[in-house]
């Protein structure tokens, strides 16, 4: 089956730098790849996706980008701010609402 | 437009025990998945149902098992519960499952199996 790793697991940055996180996969029928943030005590919650056909993908601060051919993606957070402060999964699909998470990066963002 | 909605929030049972959870997905969708989220083992799949048939599974003992009804609310339940089941089960739901669709989760049921 399908195998995601992800790093770092802990991530601490300045207020204003940028944050990246990175995840691997195993199975190249994978094509669809979320990411969510996970506050303290609450569910997830989708941040950005980004399919198989694009590889790049913008949303005012987040962007992520893939790379197929090396089946890695990553997850990039410009400006951050203490409120980005939380636990991001990355995710791989490749059919019906079966997800494989990566482990999570817990990122700290310093004021 | 309401969440999905999972009960209970918050249980402790005894090993041995069985349990049942329940989540209503948000009005109009029809796909429900269930997660395992623990410190050591992070997010794992469950199951995922659509229009009442499991369309796939994760790689858990039969212990574990699951339905849908006709309102696309869902159940899980777990047997002959053991330490190891303590944990924060998650309930998603999306319009058809169709990848791409947007999951949205539940806020948890935790579990605590003593």
């Known amino acids: 089956g399908e195998n995601v790793e992800q790093h770092p697991s802990t991530l601490s940055v300045q207020e204003g730098d940028s944050a990246v996180i990175k995840c691997t996969y195993s199975?190249?029928?994978?094509?669809?790849f979320p990411w969510y943030k996970q506050e303290l005590g609450k569910r997830p919650q989708l941040i950005i996706d980004?399919?198989?056909?694009?590889g790049e993908k913008k949303d005012q601060r987040i962007a992520v980008t893939l790379n197929k051919t090396a089946k890695h993606f990553s997850l990039h957070i410009t400006e951050t701010q203490p409120e980005d402060s939380a636990v991001y999964f990355c995710?791989?699909?490749?059919?019906?609402?079966?997800?494989?998470f990566g482990s999570g990066t817990k990122l700290n963002v310093k004021p | 437009k309401a969440g999905v909605t999972q009960t209970p929030r918050y249980l402790i049972k005894t090993r041995g025990q069985q349990v049942t959870l329940s989540c209503s997905p948000i009005?109009?969708?029809?796909?429900v998945s269930w997660y395992q989220q623990t410190p050591g083992q992070g997010l794992q799949f469950l199951f995922e149902?659509?229009?009442?048939?499991?369309?796939n599974k994760g790689n858990f003992p039969g212990r574990f098992s699951g339905r849908q009804f006709s309102n696309s609310r869902s159940e899980m339940n777990v047997s002959t519960l053991e330490l190891g089941d303590s944990a924060l089960y998650l309930c998603?739901?999306?319009?058809?499952?169709?990848?791409?669709?947007?999951?949205?989760f539940g806020e948890g049921s935790w579990l605590t199996v003593v």
């Open positions: 149902y659509f229009s009442e048939t499991q369309r």
């Open positions: 995710a791989a699909s490749d059919n019906f609402n079966k997800f494989y």
């Open positions: 980004i399919r198989s056909n694009v």
């Open positions: 009005s109009g969708h029809r796909s």
């Open positions: 199975d190249s029928a994978s094509n669809y």
């Open positions: 998603a739901s999306s319009l058809d499952g169709t990848v791409g669709n947007t999951i949205y």
